[in-house]
């Protein structure tokens, strides 16, 4: 990529288009695809998975809650000062509410570190596997530059400086940490899971979305989850994803940078988050149509 990585870090947001975290955010693979793998990640802890079934839109308006995700992410990290200052505003504002208590009987509140901390942390290590994936491996130094640079939206997220673990290897023993030892399936992580599976499109173009969506999101997912989501894994599975892999590949090296990072500089530098009002709409007929046939409304 040709970047300097002896230049200091940033010490605030928003970060340059020129930094190693925007060249790993834009990719389309990142934006879109493993955005699965993330959320399910997310809602496995059981503490966000309630949190998410109770006060998110991910049922009735899908499209509405990924558009507006994606605005929030991209221009926080990468929009102007006052706009990145203003998303953390809002970010804080929506979680601020998100209260309420677990499948299992306890309470959470959206704003506690921990919770902010795992979020945070699915999007960065998330970000980093696709791109190594579909893009290619980053060396150890941009791997640590990405990670310094990631730290600064954990701060913007809301999770108090210090709380991030201090180097790559650290942050990488802290995710195996809570995937082994924090993790764990429950009713509204199934629900979630459900839902976002198969994106909400009209017609024969949700499953014919849904096949390579399922397949790259459960072949990206940590293994110990995939059992208790419920998904089946096994060599044709694996051979099929490889195949997948190999295809995403080809096409990123073919289209040109600009081109693929055209979605995320049009999501930085528009006014307001896209809506996309009949989209939004049957999106959440569909999902919820989903959600009944699978005894999870």
Known sequence: MG????????????????????????EPATVFVGGGRALLMQVAHPSVGAGVEQHSSYARDPWGRLFRTLDIMMKLSF???EVSARQARVLHNMHRRV???????????????GLQLWVWATLVDTAA??????????????????????????YGCGVPHGACPDTWNDFQAYVQQVIRDDLNVTRSALSVATAAMVPPLPGRLGPAAGVPTELFTVG????????????????ARQRRFDALITAMRVSSRLTPAPVRHAGATVTVNRKRALRVPWLQKRGGELTQQRLRAAGLS
Request: net charge neutral.
């Open 3 to 26: 970047r300097d990585l002896s230049t200091p870090v940033p010490t605030q947001l928003p970060l340059s288009k020129r930094s190693i975290a925007w060249e790993v955010n834009a």
């Open 79 to 81: 929009g102007t000062p």
């Open 99 to 113: 209260t309420g208590t677990t499948d299992t009987g306890e309470r959470y509140h959206a704003l506690d570190t």
């Open 129 to 154: 596997a696709v791109y190594s994936k579909v893009r290619r491996p980053l060396s150890i130094a941009e791997t640590e530059r990405f990670y310094q640079e990631s730290k600064l939206v954990a």
């Open 220 to 235: 990206m997912l940590p293994p110990s989850l995939r059992e208790p989501f419920g998904f089946e894994w096994n060599a």
